[in-house]
């Protein structure tokens, strides 16, 4: 499908199914009334991730898509690249284990004893030193038009997915231009953002002209895995880390937060920003409606 042919929720390659099975349960309590109510709460269930023969790690999450969510968590580790000839992704939902094979004979016992635990929702995992990996990463000189970021706020945020039925979830958002493309929710961001690294890996997709989005904060995990995947932008509608901004402006990355309405606040990668957009024309961001209370 050519991305010029997508318009509306169509644009999606990839849009959130609040009504796929076994993401979501319904759950009885009662309210601040004493009244009984009956709400739907997102399901967490753990996903044991195995490069060949090795177990890697468990993660928490929804359980949508774990063949993406394993390519994408091995890529941005650094235990798979793209010259890595991948013979087959094995999915067994009754173990809830996924395998990951590869022509090429893995062992990662050393990288796996440094491992580092983030502050991603969920508990974020990173083996290795943080940063490894990172020296050889040069983002590309590409432009993003603030017309571009007002107008993917609008369509993402109008956009039925999990966190308005259900909330206690964070949403990630591969774009092009003002195209949202792939739109992947789970019970932590950095679950989001690996499943869509694993779709551009398992579909080839290129980076270099691809703004991410997440409503989560732009942490240092955050801006490291973007980075990994090679994309120059990364926005949110939430707010900055210290060290998130740091790396960002190390490594060129453009670093846009606080993103509602008319307003957001760019603290890396300010040259990339092309303001074609003026702010006084851009309604404010109306109140969000149709998201049942269960956070």
Not at 7 to 31: F, K
Not at 38 to 48: A, D, K
Not at 81 to 105: H, M, N, P, Q
Not at 114 to 124: D, E, H, I, L, P
Request: aromatic share 6%; with cysteine; hydrophobic share 35%.
């Amino acid at each position: 499908m050519q991305l010029a042919e997508l318009n509306d929720l169509s644009e999606y390659l990839i849009a959130p199914d609040p009504s796929a099975r076994r993401l979501t349960r319904p759950v009885i309590g009662t309210d601040h009334n004493g009244d009984e109510q009956q709400i739907n709460v997102v399901e967490e269930r753990p996903l044991t991730i195995y490069l060949n023969s090795q177990e890697i790690v468990t993660a928490m999450t929804i359980g949508d898509y774990p063949d993406y969510l394993a390519l994408g968590f091995l890529r941005n580790q650094g235990m798979l690249s793209k010259e890595d000839e991948i013979t087959g992704v094995d999915f067994d939902e009754e173990l809830e284990t996924v395998v990951v094979r590869t022509a090429r004979e893995t062992d990662y016992e050393d990288k796996m004893r440094r491992k580092t635990r983030t502050s991603g929702c969920a508990v974020g995992t990173v083996f290795g030193d943080m940063m490894e990996g990172l020296e050889n990463v040069t983002l590309p000189d590409t432009s993003v038009r603030t017309s571009w970021l007002y107008a993917l706020s609008s369509k993402i945020n109008r956009t039925p997915s999990l966190y308005l039925q259900a909330g206690a979830i964070h949403g990630t958002v591969l774009c092009a231009g003002d195209r949202p493309l792939v739109y992947m929710e789970d019970v932590g961001r950095h679950n989001a953002v690996d499943k869509i690294a694993g779709w551009m890996l398992s579909e080839g997709i290129p980076a270099e002209d691809k703004i991410l989005y997440t409503t989560g904060r732009l942490t240092s995990e955050m801006v490291i895995k973007t980075a990994m995947m090679g994309i120059p932008v990364l926005a949110s509608r939430s707010g900055f880390t210290a060290w998130g901004v740091e790396i960002a402006q190390k490594l060129g990355l453009t670093l846009i937060g606080r993103m509602k309405g008319k307003r957001f606040m760019c603290l890396a990668g300010e040259q990339r920003l092309l303001r074609d957009a003026d702010p006084n024309a851009i309604a404010d961001e109306p109140k969000r409606s149709g998201r049942k209370s269960s956070e």
